[in-house]
C-alpha cells in the first residue's frame, strides 16, 4: 500500500500544493524601480536635450511671426514659418538657438535674440510586430511598458498573426533607438530583450525610459546571432515537468513555485527525489517534496531537475494490479466450480 501511494504522490502534492507555493508571487503586478532608473528617470526630467514629440517654446525677437509653440515630429523635426524645417531633436535647447538662427539667417539683417525651452516632454513612440494596432504613439517618457503595450491594443495571439501560428504570444522586444548624431541615414542601434523577465518581475530599468523616436517590435522569435539582453538571473526546471524551461528569479518562490511555473509535474515523476544543482557554487543535493525539505534553497542560477519514478517503483504498481487481477480471476473460478 505505501508503494501505491508514493507512486500516486506526485499527482497529490500538485493539487495541494501548487495554489499555495505561488501564491506570494502572484499578488498583482507591483513595479520595481532599480536606483539606475530613478537616477536616469531624473535627469530626463531635467535634461535640455530636445526628443521627438517634446512640446518647445520658441522666442525669436527679430519677427514674431516665428514665435510660438511648436511640436517635435516623429523624425525629430519642426515644421516653422516660411518654409523653415529643422531637425532639432537630439540637441540641447542651447544648441536649437543656433541651428534656428542659421536656418533664418537670411531673413534678417541683425542677430536676433532667441531663446528655446522645453514645455512638455511627452515622446513619439513607434510599436511594430505582432500587435493588434500597430503605429506611431505620444506617451509620457516613462510610461510602463504593458501600458504601451494596451495603447497598441494588446498582443496578436489569440487566432491572429504569426504568433498565433506559432502557438504562443510574442517572446522577444527589439527596441530601435535613432542614432542622435547627424547621420539621418543611421538606423540606430538595436537592443533585444526577453519579455518573460519583464512581465514575471515588472522591475524597472532605465532600458524602458523613452527618449523619443524608438521603434519597438514585439516578436514571437529572435535571430541566432541575436544578442538578448538578460537583466535578471534565472532558474532552469528541467526533466518530468510539462513545460520545461528557464525562468527569471521569482522574489520569495519556493521550489514548487518554480515547478509550477513549469507547468506542474508530469505523471511519473518522482517527488521523493528532485535534485537542484547550484551552478554558482557547483554543489547538488535532493528534495523530497511530501517531506517539505529545504523549500527555500532555491537560489539564482539554480537548475532544478524532475527526475522519473524508477523502474521499481513503477513496476510494484503494476505487479499490485496484476495480482488483484489474478485474485479476480481465482474467485470468479472458484465461483464457477461451486455453482456446478
Known amino acids: 500500500m505505501q508503494r501505491v501511494f508514493e507512486a500516486i504522490s506526485p499527482v497529490i502534492c500538485l493539487f495541494l500544493f501548487s495554489n499555495c507555493a ?16 530613478e537616477t536616469v528617470r531624473r535627469s530626463l526630467m531635467k535634461s535640455d536635450r530636445i526628443s521627438a514629440g517634446n512640446t518647445i517654446s520658441i522666442d525669436y525677437s527679430a519677427d514674431q511671426k516665428v514665435s510660438g509653440t511648436y511640436k517635435v515630429d516623429y523624425d525629430g523635426r519642426v515644421q516653422m514659418p516660411y518654409n523653415v524645417n529643422v531637425k532639432l531633436s537630439g540637441y540641447t535647447t542651447t544648441e536649437a538657438k543656433d541651428i534656428i538662427a542659421k536656418a533664418y539667417k537670411s531673413y534678417v539683417k541683425s542677430a536676433p535674440t532667441i531663446r528655446v525651452e522645453i514645455k512638455e516632454r511627452s515622446v513619439w513612440v513607434e510599436v511594430r510586430g505582432e500587435v493588434k494596432k500597430s503605429g506611431r504613439y505620444l506617451v509620457r ?21 504569426a504568433a498565433a501560428s506559432a502557438g504562443q504570444r510574442p ?20 537592443t533585444w530583450f526577453q519579455l518573460a523577465e519583464y512581465f514575471y518581475q515588472f522591475d524597472t530599468e532605465p532600458d524602458f525610459l523613452w527618449r523619443g523616436g524608438e521603434r519597438l517590435f514585439f516578436q514571437t522569435a ?7 539582453k538578460k537583466r535578471f538571473q534565472t532558474v532552469t526546471v528541467m526533466g518530468e515537468v510539462r513545460d520545461p524551461k528557464e525562468l527569471p528569479v521569482l522574489p520569495g518562490a519556493d521550489l514548487l513555485t518554480y515547478i509550477s511555473r513549469a ?20 554543489s547538488r543535493h535532493t528534495v523530497n517534496i511530501l517531506k517539505n ?4 534553497q532555491i ?6 531537475i524532475v527526475r522519473t519514478i524508477p523502474p521499481p517503483e513503477t513496476s510494484a504498481v503494476m505487479e499490485l494490479v496484476q495480482i488483484a487481477q489474478s485474485v479476480a480471476t481465482v474467485t470468479l473460478s472458484v465461483v464457477a466450480i461451486l455453482m456446478l
Open 171 to 190: 517572446e522577444f522586444l527589439r527596441i530601435v533607438r535613432p542614432s542622435l548624431d547627424s547621420d539621418e541615414t543611421s538606423s540606430g542601434e538595436s
Open 263 to 282: 507547468g506542474g509535474l508530469n505523471t511519473g515523476a518522482d517527488v521523493t527525489s528532485v535534485e537542484i544543482v547550484h551552478r554558482s557554487g557547483e
Open 299 to 304: 537560489k539564482a542560477g539554480d537548475v532544478i
Open 22 to 37: 505561488t501564491k506570494k508571487v502572484e499578488e498583482g503586478p507591483t513595479h520595481r524601480s532599480s536606483a539606475a532608473y
Open 293 to 296: 525539505q529545504m523549500m527555500d
Open 141 to 161: 517618457f516613462d510610461m510602463p511598458l504593458e501600458e504601451l503595450i494596451t495603447q497598441a491594443g494588446g498582443f496578436l495571439y489569440e487566432g491572429e498573426g
Open 222 to 228: 529572435a535571430p541566432a546571432d541575436a544578442k538578448v
